[in-house]
């Protein structure tokens, strides 16, 4: 435990000090910063005391240009000495002026510059002289520099006063002897003032210069001796945290439960661990003087144009076999890198190998288990499919001939019945070995499910196929099956169909085939029956695809018309709702109905066409006429089951949607209960997706499915549509009216609106009504009609009429609860 502990603390000190690292560094940059903003600090004030001594200097000769100017003023009485006087004493005044603006509150910066400006300053000193004067006024030795040019502006302004004073006197007469003594005498102890201010003033910015200087290059000195300690410190650190994950990558190299090696540019081992050892049978040591050559499955080792390694190749991830001492083989999953770096040897390469040929096996096992039948050994129906679905991909390009035969043991039922089911387990078990026993390598025979089994005839054609399964039944035939003294015949119906280049795909071979098998137990069971063009049943499967062409070519030429049924709610305010219908009409003017077209289409997985199509005509037509989107209340579209498994019409949905906007609120979309109850998953994602953008979602043929009530727990949906078997004779079957009330209930319960379709009769709506039903739909409310000519009927009977409370309908909402 205590090596435990250790071991643990050295690994969080390890994570820890590589963790640590980026603020370490950051510390370093943050003290070389602080070091810089010190030494451009020292500068900066160096060359504001600097800039204000020399303002001291000019301030110092225009205040003695000044008095000089005076002097001679008194003396002679000259306008030229005065207006020089008056012009050199703008120098302090400015300052003075500087001054004041600094000190007042709001600091005025423009005056600032001004007085600085006049007072003689250089430009480009002002902006320091501004911020020196903001940060150190009242720091010591230049907080008394300020107080001696306070001190100064006495002077300044007297000598302003003076030369006023002169003016006015030598106006009114010239000064006698004893006046100009007096004034010469007055200008000569003002001048000794303001020289000794100036020498202060000059002495105490030397003075704080020197030792704001002298504090900052301590501090500067401080802060490099600080990073250069901290900068150590962070380097040592880093070297022992190098050291330690050095030592711990060895540990760990060594002691890992995967295979590690280490390799040259020649693919010889520099470094090798002892799981790997373990992996290979090696001593060790041994394992040390190998190469890649030695050990790597020569399938595995690629090589370049020059015969050298091929590094690229080697390197990439995936599983390989690496040969052992004893010569047998290990799959390992490989994963490798190239280290490229300082060493005087090249580049090296560290590969991982970890031994995954148990787990080989076992996903093998699992393969096998996934792909066959576990009661017989056979493949499973997954498996035929995807072996179907090769042949008949296969069949397209080489105009090969295969056959499928379709068989169904006859008597399982009654061995199950009356031996139980473990006889009816032998039993299957006996029948598939006796499949099996007739085929050639190149065929093979499957289990579909229950008593169903598939034998595949490799290149052969229905009459060769119809002699082996002959052969076959015979031989079943001669057999039996024997359990506690009772025996049964292993007697068959077999269906074969011929696989060819006509041929579609897997789902429609097994469809054919069951067919055939279908007729020959219709024929009277244990027979064999061909699938040929000239059957009936092939006949209506062409039926079948003329009709998928036909609705194909309806689409590209617009021969699909879109109808609609109105939709009437029992209780409440009439509102426009109604379902879209569709209709095909052909080249001679006849009209169809979907009955004739839609199982087809379904059936062979075209269904989505149809719905993109009847989905992007409705949305258009709704779109270009907003009067009737402003009295419509719900539209009902169909979307089929194929459509809500598909992720592409969802996503073809949607973009309609968004490119339609204010129609999507006035959209429901009508999925049967069977599609949801089929593709659970799907539909979920479907509804939500439409429902997210404010589409209605309707449960259509609801109660025709196994688990209705079951199901509605976990759909979103807004309305029920009772199946129509449940409808039409509602007037006279008391079970169907107990069963739509019970589905009302259903609906009420849930907070979901219910609608009865093919209501035919006022029987029927009169009971509709007394159950609680809110919606019908039927001939007996509305014959099927073109979809403007509904659209203009309800404009004219109503919108006029009605159109303010329609301006004021609830809409789409009016159909949700509460």
Known sequence: MGKQRTSAGSDGATDSGGQRLPGRVAAIILFSALGAMLTATVLEVQAGATAYIVGESHWSKAQQIAVSSLYRYVSHGDQADLDSAREALKVPLGD???RLALDRQPIDYPAAEQGFLQGGNAPADIGRMIRMYRLF????????????????????????????????????????????GHYQRLLLETDERLRASELAFSQSLVDGSRFLRMSLMILSVIAFFALAWYSLAVMRRTLLHIRRTESEFRAAFHQAAVGMLKLDGEGRFTQANEALAQILAWPLTELRRQRLGDILHAEDLHFDVHGRIDWKRIIEPGERRLRRSDGSSRWVRWSASIITGQDPE??????????????????????HQASHDDLTGLINRREIERRLGHVTANVQRDRAHHCLCFVDLDQLKLVNDTCGHAAGDRFLRQFANGLGSSLRSEDWVGRLGGDEFAIFLAGA??????????????????????????????????????????????DWLLRAADTACYLAKEEGRNRIRCYR?????????????????????????????????????????????????????????????????????????????LDRHVLASTLAQLSRDTRHLLCLDLCHINVSAQSIADPQFRRFAAEQLDAHPGVANKICFEITETAVIGNLGDACLFIEAMRARGCRIALDDFGSGLSSFAYLKSLDVDILKIDGAFIRDLGQDNVDLALVRSMSQVGRALGKRTIAEWVENEAALAKLDEVGIDCVQGYAI????????????????????????LLASPGPAALLPG
């Open 782 to 805: 509305h014959a099927p009609a073109p979809l403007s000519t509904l659209i203009r009927e309800w404009k004219t009977l109503h919108l006029d009429v009605h159109a303010p409370a």
């Open 461 to 506: 054609d229905l009459e060769v196929a119809e002699k082996v399964a002959q052969r076959i039944h015979t031989r079943l035939a001669q057999s039996a099956f024997h359990w506690n003294d009772r025996k049964f015949g292993l007697g068959c119906s077999i269906g074969i169909v011929e696989i060819n280049a006509d041929t579609t795909d897997a």
């Open 137 to 180: 006024a009242h720091a010591p030795f230049f907080r008394d520099s300020v107080q001696r040019w306070r001190q100064s502006d006495a002077g300044i302004l007297s000598l302003v006063a003076l030369a006023d004073h002169l003016e006015q006197r030598s106006r009114a007469g010239a000064l006698d002897d004893f006046d100009v």
């Open 346 to 367: 090249g580049s090296r390469v560290f590969a991982v190998v970890e031994d995954v040929s148990e787990a080989r096996e076992l996903a093998s096992e699992i393969a």
């Open 533 to 609: 063009e000239t059957d009936e049943a092939f006949a209506r499967r062409q039926t079948e695809l003329d009709w998928v062409a036909h609705i194909q070519l309806a689409i590209a030429e617009d021969r699909l018309l879109l109808y609609a049924q109105r939709i009437k709610p029992l209780r409440g305010e009439p509102r426009l709702q109604y379902e879209v219908l569709v209709r095909m009409v052909d080249h001679e003017g006849r009209i169809y109905s979907p009955g004739y077209f839609l199982p087809p289409l379904e059936r062979y997985g075209q269904a989505m066409i």
């Open 96 to 98: 003075r002026k500087a």
